[in-house]
């Protein structure tokens, strides 16, 4: 799992650099105080491109330490995380994911399973609907007591399940964990990644344990910088407005935003 998280990084780092792989115009955004710098780039014109309304407007969100010359990081913790949310409330929708894998198990067959657990508005950020059942709602799964829910990709679901729509409301057992099938992606939807076809989704709360004295950590831990952060301007908000609404000051009197494109 890890190998595979680096070279997710590394791909990232890569779509930033490589001008053929997207479109990406950079700007500086101050954090807070300023001690972090992020970063929006446009992810489009990916080698399979974005299955998503409007592609132009999906954002990837990286960070650079001030003085630290080793290049951006693109994993930000969860409070981290909110921290953006709040500030980027008025020029676009951020929303999160990270990746695991796992053994799910319905009675004694059991298949491995690659999901991305995601921010409740992933799917509404993105503004994708599900074949059958429903997705995720703005906030849900993000708190160390919600319930474990799964949402299957297609091709996992077909595979596995023989394409069967009786399995929303089935129950499942994920890493032995009790969790309930509440959602089919559309056949088209395979992620925000080219090249990686998702067997499924789950909320973020999948990410923490069912041991109290340990399951709030993803939710309160800033050192825990596991989450990969994408962004939905709104329309009519360029790359510059983002970066005003992130520094939570305005723009110079008599002096115009510069329009990207």
Same mark, same amino acid.
Request: aromatic share 10%; hydrophobic share 40%; no cysteine.
């Given at each position: 799992m890890?190998?595979l ?10 779509l930033?650099?490589?001008r053929a792989? /997207? ?6 955004i &101050?954090?807070?105080? =300023?001690?972090?710098? @992020?970063v929006?780039?446009?992810?489009? *014109? ?11 407007q ?6 650079q330490t ?13 409070? /981290? ?6 500030? &980027?409330?008025?020029s =676009?929708?951020?929303? @999160?994911?990270?990746?695991s894998?796992? *053994?799910?198990?319905?009675g004694?067959?059991?298949?491995r ?6 921010t409740?508005?992933?799917?509404s950020a ?9 997705f ?9 007591? &919600?319930?474990?829910?799964v ?15 009786s399995?929303i ?23 925000v ?8 989704y ?8 069912d ?8 939710f309160?831990?800033r050192?825990?910088r ?22 939570g000051s305005?723009?110079?009197?008599g002096?115009?935003?510069?329009r990207?494109?």
């Amino acid at each position: 799992m890890f190998s595979l998280i680096h070279d997710i990084r590394y791909a990232l780092r890569q779509l930033v650099k490589d001008r053929a792989a /997207a479109m990406a115009v950079i700007v500086t955004i &101050a954090l807070g105080i =300023g001690v972090n710098t @992020a970063v929006f780039s446009i992810v489009n *014109g990916l080698h399979r491109p974005l299955p998503a309304p409007q592609p132009e407007q999906i954002v990837v969100l990286a960070a650079q330490t001030k003085g630290d010359e080793t290049g951006f990081r693109f994993t930000f913790s969860y409070p /981290a995380f909110e921290d953006f949310r709040r500030q &980027a409330a008025d020029s =676009g929708d951020l929303f @999160a994911v990270t990746y695991s894998f796992a *053994g799910l198990s319905t009675g004694e067959k059991s298949s491995r399973f690659f999901y991305g657990a995601v921010t409740g508005n992933f799917f509404s950020a993105l503004g994708v609907r599900p074949l059958a059942g429903r997705f995720f709602e703005p906030g849900e799964g993000e708190t160390a007591a &919600a319930e474990l829910t799964v949402i299957l990709g297609h091709s996992f679901w077909v595979k596995r399940f023989g394409g069967d729509p009786s399995v929303i409301g089935q129950q499942v057992r994920v890493d032995g964990r009790s969790a309930t099938i509440i959602g089919i992606a559309s056949k088209g939807f395979h992620g925000v990644y080219a090249g990686a076809d998702m067997d499924g989704y789950m909320p973020l709360r999948s990410q923490v344990s069912d041991d109290a004295s340990q399951s709030s950590r993803l939710f309160t831990n800033r050192e825990r910088r596991n989450l990969t952060v994408f962004g939905r301007l709104r329309p009519g908000v360029t790359i510059s407005q983002a970066q005003i609404s992130l520094n939570g000051s305005r723009p110079p009197v008599g002096k115009s935003i510069p329009r990207n494109g």
